[in-house]
């Protein structure tokens, strides 16, 4: 009689369906071993004929489960194999983050435009200005409260060269910008520059050590404070919308006379007056005015013969304003669910 170890040590090394259904034939066919032992067994006695055909159905049973397992055995295999190998169209894919502009970017990006569609061109100075540039020259005075050690960043000369007596600051302003720009061209000018610009300032909800600036700088014959003003008041139109209103209030800046401030309706109650706008209706956008004849003598321009604008405005305050957002230092703080949404 056969040994039903031999017949599963068979069955295991089997790989194939196919050689699979041969064993089947060769045990549990019409014309397989067993089936060919149990036609046998009528020519046994009565008692032999009960045991061996019991011990016979129970290899035969035994036979077809060890069968059943490989099957499944070889079946799982093969998807397996086939999985590894090939790719299913079907199932969806993982959704790709696509990365965003930062919203004080596109802020700026937005006043740019504006500005290029006006005809201004973009010029850029160092974040790292000589004390001339970014305060002698645009006639802050040496006693000036903004030098003061509180607002400026100062860098140790020695640690640029070791020769030069000249203070170097951070920037304060971008208005710097101005005056390397009139240093190298003749009018007439137009341009905007935007930058970083830093102050020691401690970080709350609207002030910040590092934030951006936008300037502008326009010089030629004949510009007027209408020229300033019908420039800043479509600006205004385009960046927060045509029915926006605008008002210029008389202010002073060194570098400018006359100056002005420009201050725009308050969004967020349409002029009635609340929180935001501290109930005057108004809320500030930036600082302009006509170019102080006393800029145009350090840069060697005709004072007779040319007049010009200047203005500056801060993008983190624009961006705030055009968001309805309460604090600055959500844009620092890179987090991603603040950001996704712009
Ligand atoms: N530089 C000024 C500031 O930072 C803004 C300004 C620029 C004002 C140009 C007038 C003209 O506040």
């Known amino acids: 009689m056969i040994k039903i170890e031999d017949v599963i040590s068979e069955i295991s090394s089997i790989l194939t369906q196919e050689e699979l259904e041969k064993i089947r034939l060769k045990y549990i066919?019409?014309?397989?071993?067993?089936?060919?032992?149990?036609?046998?067994i009528s020519k046994l006695?009565?008692?032999?004929?009960?045991?061996?055909?019991?011990?016979?159905?129970?290899?035969?049973?035994?036979?077809?489960?060890?069968?059943?397992?490989?099957?499944?055995?070889?079946?799982?295999?093969?998807?397996?194999?086939?999985a590894e190998n090939s790719i299913d169209i079907t199932l969806s894919g993982k959704p790709l983050e696509i990365g965003k502009i930062h919203p004080l970017m596109q802020t700026m990006d937005e006043v740019k435009n504006i500005f290029l569609g006006f005809g201004f061109s973009i010029a850029t100075g160092p974040d790292m200005e000589k004390d001339y540039y970014n305060f002698t020259a645009l006639n802050i005075p040496?006693?000036?409260?903004?030098?003061?050690?509180?607002?400026?960043?100062?860098?140790?000369?020695?640690?640029?060269?070791?020769n030069s007596q000249e203070e170097i600051v951070l920037r304060t302003h971008t208005s710097p910008v101005q005056i390397h720009v009139m240093e190298k061209y003749k009018p007439p000018i137009r341009i905007i520059a935007p930058g970083r610009v830093y102050r020691h300032e401690s970080v709350d909800a609207s002030h910040s050590y590092i934030f951006h600036q936008i300037e502008g700088l326009a010089v030629d014959e004949n510009i007027?404070?209408?020229?300033?003003?019908?420039?800043?008041?479509?600006?205004?139109?385009?960046?927060?919308?045509?029915?926006?209103?605008?008002?210029?209030?008389?202010?002073?800046?060194?570098?400018?006379?006359?100056?002005?401030?420009?201050?725009?309706q308050c969004l967020?109650?349409?002029?009635?007056?609340?929180?935001?706008?501290?109930?005057?209706?108004?809320?500030?956008?930036l600082g302009c005015g006509m170019v102080n004849p006393k800029v145009?003598?350090?840069?060697?321009?005709?004072?007779?013969?040319?007049?010009g604008y200047a203005f500056g405005m801060g993008i983190e305050r624009i961006a705030m304003l055009k968001y309805g957002i309460n604090d600055m230092r959500l844009f620092y703080e890179n987090d991603l669910e603040f950001l996704k949404q712009f």
């Open 29 to 40: 066919g019409r014309k397989g071993i067993l089936t060919d032992e149990l036609s046998n």
């Open 45 to 82: 006695s009565i008692e032999e004929k009960k045991n061996t055909g019991k011990k016979i159905n129970e290899i035969k049973q035994r036979i077809i489960e060890e069968i059943e397992k490989r099957k499944n055995e070889i079946k799982r295999a093969s998807i397996s194999e086939h």
């Open 142 to 162: 040496k006693d000036h409260p903004s030098r003061d050690i509180q607002d400026t960043f100062y860098i140790k000369p020695m640690e640029l060269d070791r």
């Open 224 to 264: 007027t404070f209408a020229d300033l003003k019908a420039v800043l008041e479509i600006f205004v139109k385009k960046m927060f919308g045509g029915e926006v209103l605008s008002r210029f209030r008389p202010s002073y800046f060194p570098f400018t006379e006359p100056s002005a401030e420009v201050d725009m």
């Open 268 to 285: 967020i109650c349409k002029g009635i007056g609340c929180s935001v706008c501290k109930q005057t209706g108004w809320v500030e956008l």
């Open 296 to 307: 145009f003598e350090f840069v060697k321009y005709d004072t007779e013969k040319y007049t």
